[in-house]
């Protein structure tokens, strides 16, 4: 096997990556082989020259990611019997079927053993979203890794990387089709059909991690007043509407994307009598609002992204969530999430709980939400749980 060039970490600092944890932060680096550059493969050593695990060196805060904790040469048959084991994973759970639903998370980055990696499945197109340099050099090879795991099911695969390793360290990156000529345009997901704007939506195209938590929420629906807070496509608002709510409002700043919620509606053959857009900010709206609302979905995106942003976001989810207290009906529900990495569980829970306490409402949670099952979280990577949610029952 060819010699990877060799990061040794400090004495005492091997021990989470003998946990199996896949971060390798810069402070635990003690020395490297000349000329490593972003996005090399690198073999990982304790500062004794015990080998620890081979992973992509990106420098920054975190210096590297790990891809294996066994000794491997991350050539194409090491990246096709990793997406061929997240593949079996999704297959196993139903998740990935050949007919019926048809979108999906084929790769969710550490929690397949991949970090820097994420891969969505629409109908027959491919996303992929590389978060690193080493994923972004391999995106092609993964392509038609893609393909060829899913003969006959995928026809195109599209890179959209450009705003992912923008954000992360500035690199330049185009998106566009890496395989096949034409992008899918719309999806099936529990009965419903989706349409999804690949090149131009938010991260892939569509949040696949709220699936299971749209399922559960329609439940509630029926015979309720409905509002679809931060509605961005209007998933929640289909599902709503499709499960007999007595009438839904879709609120977002984005006027793109409350036409793409209504063309949803359309699709689905749902009365849109019983449907009303706002392109407003949901801060603003939840602020005028009048009260008669009988379930809430307060869907933000990350109000923080960075540590130092997380007192801001703190008194923004307290916000929301306060007005959409104040604002619901006696026996009204509440689905309530955070996608900000830096705001855990247990933060987003005090938070919602001193919301409440301030909009003097009592409430019960009646069930805990989390990301869907094809976003798994490695047991060894807690971090990689960033979307949590609470169901609320309001007096």
């Given amino acids: 096997m060819t010699e ?3 990061i040794t970490l400090r004495p005492g600092r091997e021990d989470p990556c003998r946990r199996f944890h896949p971060w390798i932060f810069s402070g635990a680096v003690g020395r490297m082989d000349d000329g490593i550059s972003r996005g090399d493969v690198v073999e990982l050593r304790s500062s004794g020259g015990e080998f620890l695990a081979i992973g992509h060196y990106q420098g920054g805060s975190i210096a590297a990611k790990v891809l294996s904790f066994e000794r491997a040469m991350p050539d194409r048959d090491f990246w096709r019997g990793k997406i061929l084991s997240a593949l079996r994973m999704r297959e196993g759970l139903g998740i990935a079927a050949a007919a019926g639903d048809n979108a999906f998370r084929l ?5 397949d053993g991949l970090p820097g990696l994420v891969v969505d499945v629409y109908g027959s197109t491919a996303v992929i979203q590389a978060h690193s340099h080493g994923m972004h050099r391999t995106r092609e090879l993964i392509s038609g890794i893609i393909s060829e795991l899913l003969p006959g099911r995928i026809r195109s695969v599209y890179d959209k990387s450009s705003e992912s390793m923008s954000s992360y360290s500035g690199a330049e990156s185009h998106d ?5 000529e034409v992008t899918e345009t719309s999806f099936s997901e529990n009965g419903f059909r989706f349409l999804v704007d690949i090149p131009g939506g938010q991260k892939t195209g569509f949040f696949l991690d709220q699936r299971e938590n749209r399922l559960i929420s329609s439940g509630f629906a029926a015979g309720r007043r409905v509002l679809n807070a931060f509605c ?5 608002s289909v599902y709503a509407l499709g499960s007999g709510a007595s009438a839904v409002d879709s609120v977002d700043s984005s006027a793109r994307s409350v036409e793409l919620a209504e063309k949803n509606i359309a699709l689905n053959g749902l009365d849109g009598s019983r449907h009303r857009s706002f392109v407003i900010d949901a801060k603003r709206f939840l602020s ?4 008669g609302y009988d379930l809430i979905i307060l869907d933000p995106p990350a109000f923080a992204k960075r540590h130092d942003q997380r ?10 969530n306060g007005r959409a207290m104040k604002i619901i009906s006696g026996g009204g529900i509440i689905f309530t999430f955070s996608c900000s990495q830096v705001i855990d569980r247990d933060l987003f829970y005090s938070t919602v709980m001193s919301a409440a306490i301030e909009a003097g409402r009592s409430v019960r949670i009646i069930k805990r939400l989390f990301q869907s099952s094809d976003h798994p979280v490695s047991a060894f990577h807690p971090e990689g749980e960033y979307l949590k949610g609470l169901a609320l029952y309001v007096e």
């Fill in 232 to 236: 961005y496509t209007g998933a929640f």
């Fill in 176 to 180: 566009g089709l890496l395989y096949g």
């Fill in 4 to 6: 990877l060039p060799i």
């Fill in 107 to 111: 790769v969710n980055a550490e929690g």
């Fill in 311 to 320: 007192h801001r976001a703190v008194m923004a989810y307290k916000y929301v």
């Fill in 288 to 291: 005028e609002a009048d009260a």
